[in-house]
């Protein structure tokens, strides 16, 4: 029996209960290096076994025999025993080698790409996100080339449905960046506009030690959603993102800046020619679709303008006045923003006013209720998780060093009281 067909029998044999699977976890590791060394080899032994019972194993051979550079043709191939595994694979299982769970599915994801198929690679993508995650609030290195992939495919809906969940544990910094990069991307192709600014905000304003491009990228499309969806856009970051960030992004994205300062004067003309001038700097970034959203938001947000002035205004005053091309344009406008809860009016076809009102929601209807109640059901919920975690911190020895030894830097008040157990 040669190695190979030992390590294949000792998969077969010790993959029934949890306590065989932690011997073969060792055993594995130990014939790691005889694989690797036998990796062009090993793709047939995958025929012996079975994903759904041998997860381990499986994952082991699969990770060897794919270690090397894979042609456009094997992937074809690859593409399908990857997504079998991934889909059929025990999440107990492969979590004892999570590290080569994570190297496959990125394989998996690379594969996909490069056959020009992304839209393959979602479902099992999804799967593989499940299967490693420990719990709802754990943020895992598949969640970015999850989402990648949906934007590739343009699967919206489904990236979403992760991005709904409240994250409280990262492994690694920069997955969190990319996890909040796209999926705002993700939301501003559903044209969820104010979960874009949240999970965008969250890339702007983390921890960094120098300004990475992911945060360049993110505040760029900040600036944009900002203007599309409130109509203005503040340049000062709050006090918790980096002193990095606060020094440095407005420096990398300074033809955006100028871009709000010509949206603030509510010139469509200036903006538009001015959105003319850079179309090549904005496309070259990926961004001229959201520039033009930005260009058409400033309709919007001067219609808005006028309900804070007039009770009544005829459609083709509003045209003149927002500079659109006829009142059957403005009709178009004000009707869209009333559909969208954006503006409160109603038109009268006869004459052709428009009649500004104010917001008609009294606050006391049952679906009102249930919004609220359940709103302040998730604010409990997080205020107890930060108390948690704000317990774990207090206690954690490293935190407690740091913040005695830089105590001093600062003056008492800036501190919180500590509690009365500890000396620091």
């Given amino acids: 029996m040669n190695p190979i067909e030992s390590v294949v029998t000792q998969i077969q044999g010790l993959s029934s209960s949890a306590t065989d699977v932690s011997v073969l976890n060792t055993y594995l590791k130990q014939a790691e290096e005889s694989l690797y060394t036998e990796s062009t080899r090993l793709l047939p032994f995958l025929d012996h076994l079975d994903p759904s019972i041998h997860s381990l194993g499986y994952l082991y051979i699969l990770d060897a025999c794919t270690s090397g550079p894979i042609s456009k043709e094997q992937a074809k191939t690859l593409v399908l025993i990857f997504a079998r595994f991934i889909t059929s694979c025990v999440a107990d299982q492969i979590r004892l080698a999570s590290d080569k ?6 394989r998996f994801k690379d594969q996909v790409m490069l056959l020009e198929a992304p839209m393959q690679g979602v479902a099992p993508m999804l799967s593989a996100v499940r299967k490693l995650q420990s719990s709802s609030a754990h943020l895992t ?3 970015p080339d999850f989402l990648q992939l949906c934007l590739l495919s343009k699967c ?3 990236g979403f449905s992760v991005l709904e969940e409240d994250i409280f544990e ?28 949240e999970l965008l905000h969250n890339v702007v304003t983390a921890p960094m030690s120098s300004i990475n491009a992911i945060a360049v990228e993110a505040y760029k499309k900040y600036i944009l959603v900002s203007l599309i969806h409130r109509g203005q856009f503040s340049a000062n970051l709050p006090k ?6 606060q020094r440095n992004l407005r420096n ?10 010509s949206y603030t004067t509510g010139k469509i003309a200036e903006l538009e020619t001015y959105v003319q001038t850079n179309r090549e700097m904005f496309g070259s970034d990926n961004n001229l679709g959201l520039v033009k959203q930005v260009v058409s938001s400033m309709y919007k947000r001067n219609i808005q303008i006028l309900t804070q002035t007039y009770l009544t205004l005829s459609l083709q005053d509003i045209a003149n006045t927002v500079q659109l091309n006829s009142s059957k344009e403005a009709e178009m406008h004000v009707l869209q923003m009333i559909q969208d809860g954006e503006i409160y009016a109603t038109i009268n076809q006869r004459d052709g006013m428009v009649r500004f009102l104010e917001d008609t ?9 249930e919004n609220i109640d359940s709103s302040i ?31 001093q830097r600062f003056d008492f008040d800036d501190f919180d009281t500590a509690p009365q157990k500890f000396n620091i």
């Fill in 240 to 245: 918790y993102a980096s002193s990095a960030a």
């Fill in 101 to 106: 769970f994570i190297s496959v599915c990125k």
């Fill in 170 to 197: 990262v492994d690694q910094p920069r997955d969190l960046f990319l996890y909040c990069y796209y999926g705002g991307m993700v939301c501003i192709g559903q044209k969820r506009f104010q979960k874009a600014l």
């Fill in 141 to 143: 290195a598949l969640h």
């Fill in 361 to 369: 929601e009294q606050y006391k209807t049952c679906e009102m209720i």
């Fill in 377 to 407: 059901q998730r604010i409990m919920e997080l205020s107890k998780k930060l108390t948690t975690i704000d317990e774990q911190m207090s206690c954690d020895p490293l935190y407690l060093a740091k913040a005695g030894r830089e105590r």
């Fill in 156 to 158: 919206y809906r489904t």
């Fill in 252 to 261: 990398f994205c300074q033809p955006y800046i100028e871009l709000v300062n």
